[in-house]
């Protein structure tokens, strides 16, 4: 018998669950030489506004760019201040970036995410935009968010990359600010074969901006009314992602699902600190994109796992993003720098199998000696 191994994520794995369907699919699409702006890419767009509840969705390059298309459909421009929390992904910061404006670092949450206590004091007279960063597959408290937002008349634009079908109060990630954004990374709850992204919107004017910036400023007669850039969503990474949208709820319910077993087996070790389990607040529907917990003797559980066959991350490389080389102010950010010491990421996807998890929570358990 050979030892079982929990790789972190299974990328072929996402191929080999539904093999001939996909290559169906694509030899239907490819056939029919459908590869740019065409129907599959525009049933995608209507079938996730729909899932969504919004009004629009324009599908896009990745979720960076979906991130900096919103920001300059937001009205950032050069010089601007953008608010964002430091646990995130170097992305949200390089949108920020490369539309000419600058990142302010705000702390994180028990729960991980943007820390709205914090927002406050971060505001300045260059603010010009809030983007809380919808992190794990968790929705923030955005009636706080939006309140700020109402208050200072500073826009919400969600980088929703990793919470697809996550909800706040029954209200879909990346629908309560201006714009939100998705990524359909392989690994992202709903993954595509290669990049791909989504700007969701409930205003017609944001959507139309959109969809002049990322196919060259062209309206619907091909003219161009305006300056854009080549940021679209690949019709055939649309198709596939409109079939696997339709089984989308089975995978967020199996993702809860292995929150609830990892839950179950793990809340009698007192050197850990879990995410929310999928039951425990009716204004949070999670979706678990990760199941991010924090521990004691970190590294030492990240290799004990590893020597077992369990794959395990420290999300962003193991930095916060106001830590990076990027020519940032030294402010500290103290609770997020503390989290970065104790967090870690255990298997989270669809096809791991009860077995793995199980596999898992022992090995975290003997580590433990519970
Ligand atoms: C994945 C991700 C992005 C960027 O998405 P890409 O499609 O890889 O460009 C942005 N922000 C967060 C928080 C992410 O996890």
Aim: glycine share 8%.
């Amino acid at each position: 018998m050979t030892p079982r191994k929990v790789p972190f994520f299974n990328y072929a794995a996402l191929f080999k669950q539904r093999e001939e369907e996909y290559l169906d699919l694509m030899r239907e699409v490819l056939s029919r030489g459908a590869f740019i702006l065409q129907r599959d890419l525009e049933h995608f767009e209507q079938n996730l506004a729909e899932y969504l509840d919004v009004n629009y969705v324009l599908g896009v390059a990745d979720g960076t760019n979906a991130l900096k298309l919103s920001l300059i459909a937001a009205g950032v421009e050069s010089g601007d201040e953008v608010i964002v929390p430091s646990h995130t992904y170097v992305a949200s910061a390089a949108a920020i970036h490369y539309v000419g404006a600058n990142p302010v670092f705000v702390e994180c949450g028990s729960d991980h995410l943007m820390d709205v206590d914090a927002i406050h004091d971060a505001i300045s007279p260059k603010t010009r935009c809030l983007m809380p960063v919808q992190l794990n597959g968790r929705t923030a408290n955005m009636d706080r968010i939006q309140a700020i937002s109402e208050d200072t008349g500073i826009p919400i634009v969600e980088d929703s990359a990793q919470a697809l079908g996550s909800k706040f109060k029954g209200k879909s990630a990346g629908s309560f600010g201006v714009a939100g954004t998705f990524s359909f990374y392989p690994a992202k709850v709903l993954g595509c074969f290669g990049d791909g992204g989504a700007v969701i919107t409930n205003d017609p004017e944001v959507a139309e901006r959109i969809s002049l910036l990322r196919d060259h400023g062209r309206n619907e007669k091909g003219e161009v009314i305006t300056w854009g850039t080549n940021c679209r969503l690949d019709n055939l990474q649309a198709a596939v992602l409109d079939l696997k949208l339709k089984s989308f709820d089975d995978d967020v319910a199996r993702r809860r699902e292995i929150a609830r077993r990892y839950i179950d087996g793990l809340n009698q070790i007192d050197a850990l600190v879990l995410p929310p389990g999928p039951e425990d607040d009716s204004d949070h529907f999670d979706v678990y994109q990760n199941f991010e917990i924090e521990c004691e003797q970190r590294d030492e559980l990240q290799a004990f796992l590893s020597a077992a066959g369990i794959g395990t991350i420290v999300q962003f490389g193991g930095k916060p993003v106001h830590m990076y080389p990027l020519g940032f102010e030294k402010t500290p950010l103290p609770k997020t720098e503390k989290l970065y010491e104790r967090m870690l990421l255990l298997p989270m996807h669809t096809a791991l199998s009860d077995e793995d998890i199980g596999f898992v929570i022992e090995k975290i358990r003997s580590f433990y000696a519970v």
